[in-house]
């Protein structure tokens, strides 16, 4: 990609200056902030393409902020990935549970930090639901694949972009299994290594907003559409 802007939130300065030089060195142009309120700031005036959030922040920690960027539609189109030295899974699920779409702990190697960077801006432009028809109408649902927008009869639901992502792809071929394997490589890429319950926390949301009796678990397997 092109002139990829990519703002950094941490409230460690030492931290910044390290994300900042290496992300440059690959020619992103890279924005820092120390904390939520300064990140929200930045994030309005510059538009960046992706926001890196450290989760533990003074003033907005990151869930919220990230709470914060979700609820705006400018930033529907936004990568946002959390940054934290925290490894439990509560604090992963909390980070993909408000819109997150990676989770990358501390401590940082450059080398790896800056691979899953590009490799996240990589597959955000290959996702399931890139080469689909424009609206997908299965029952009382209809997927609007390029407005990104969903509704169930004339409710509009509104979901973060994995989950318009998840249920694009589960949707694309109704009563068709999709192994875990299958959706991974699909919605989050092959190259993103990502959390064990990143597929369970987003089905868990997806059904809380369109019906439990969408999508249907294949125990051992992976998941389907049904309508």
């Known amino acids: 990609m092109d002139e990829v802007k990519i703002l950094v939130v941490d409230d460690e300065p030492d931290i910044l200056e390290i994300l900042k030089y290496n992300l440059e060195k690959e020619g992103f142009i890279v924005f820092t902030a120390l904390n939520g309120e300064e990140g929200l700031a ?15 922040m ?43 779409d990676d989770y990358i702990t501390k401590p940082i190697r450059p080398r790896v930090f800056t691979s899953r960077i590009k490799a996240l801006l990589r597959r955000s432009s290959r996702t399931g639901v890139k080469d689909q028809e424009k609206i997908i109408q ?9 407005r990104f927008l969903v509704f169930n009869g004339d409710r509009e639901i509104e979901l973060a972009k994995k989950e318009f992502e998840l249920l694009g792809l589960l949707a694309s071929k109704p009563g068709k299994v999709f192994t875990r394997e299958e959706i991974f490589r699909k919605v ?40």
């Open 42 to 56: 930045t994030a309005h005036a510059e538009k960046p393409h992706l926001i890196i959030l450290d989760i533990m």
């Open 138 to 146: 299965l029952g009382d649902i209809r997927i609007d694949t390029e």
């Open 58 to 100: 003074p003033k907005m920690d990151g869930v919220e902020l990230c709470r914060a960027l979700r609820g705006n539609q400018d930033f529907d189109g936004t990568l946002i990935a959390f940054l934290s030295a925290r490894e439990e899974d509560f604090s992963q699920i909390a980070a993909l549970d408000v819109g997150g």
């Open 188 to 227: 989050w890429g092959a190259d993103v290594i990502v959390g064990n319950r990143t597929i369970d926390v987003h089905i868990r949301k997806l059904r809380e907003k369109i019906g439990d009796h969408f999508i249907k678990t294949i125990k051992g397997i992976g998941y389907k559409f049904e309508f």
